[in-house]
């Protein structure tokens, strides 16, 4: 006879409904994945301004609306950038660490099913790692190193 999976759960990361078992059984918590790594944030002029000046920002019109600050994995930054910022010029990348918004930080779908980082929060100007300009020219945006 088999195990009985509720009173012998099983001891490894094994997958339950496609995540992985601690996300099972916490929601709230993130996958190993996702831990320790840079996401982006981009800016324009006025929203980067405001962070500087206020210490604080809930972020763009559209952060604001949603209710978090949405960001973007080193993977999905470009997709980003030329889906919601095509044309436009004096754009600023942020990169801030996981490890340091984990509490306030969740991932969930978006588009086309992929997972980005929404933080829950106001982003402080402290969780900036670091801030590089966006290059514009006649080919459209050049990403900085995101290193």
């Not at 009985?4 to 997958?15: F, G, K, Q, V």
């Not at 980067?48 to 000046?53: D, K, N, R």
């Not at 600023?92 to 340091?100: G, P, V």
Request: hydrophobic share 40%.
């Amino acid at each position: 006879m088999g195990t009985d999976w509720r009173s012998d759960p099983p001891r490894s990361n094994a997958l339950v409904c496609g995540w992985p078992r601690a996300l099972a059984l916490d929601p709230n918590a993130q996958p190993a994945a996702y831990a320790a790594m840079l996401i982006y944030k981009i800016f324009r002029p006025a929203e980067w301004a405001e962070l500087q000046s206020e210490g604080a920002t809930p972020g763009a019109p559209v952060d604001r609306a949603d209710g978090y600050v949405h960001f973007s994995t080193a993977d999905q930054v470009a997709g980003t950038l030329a889906k919601h910022f095509a044309g436009e010029e004096g754009l600023t990348l942020l990169a801030c660490e996981t490890d340091a918004l984990a509490n306030d930080l969740r991932w969930e779908a978006s588009r086309g099913g992929q997972d980005f980082p929404h933080l829950y929060r106001a982003l402080r100007i402290g969780d900036v790692l670091w801030s590089r300009p966006i290059e514009y020219g006649p080919d459209g945006h050049k990403l900085p190193d995101l290193t």
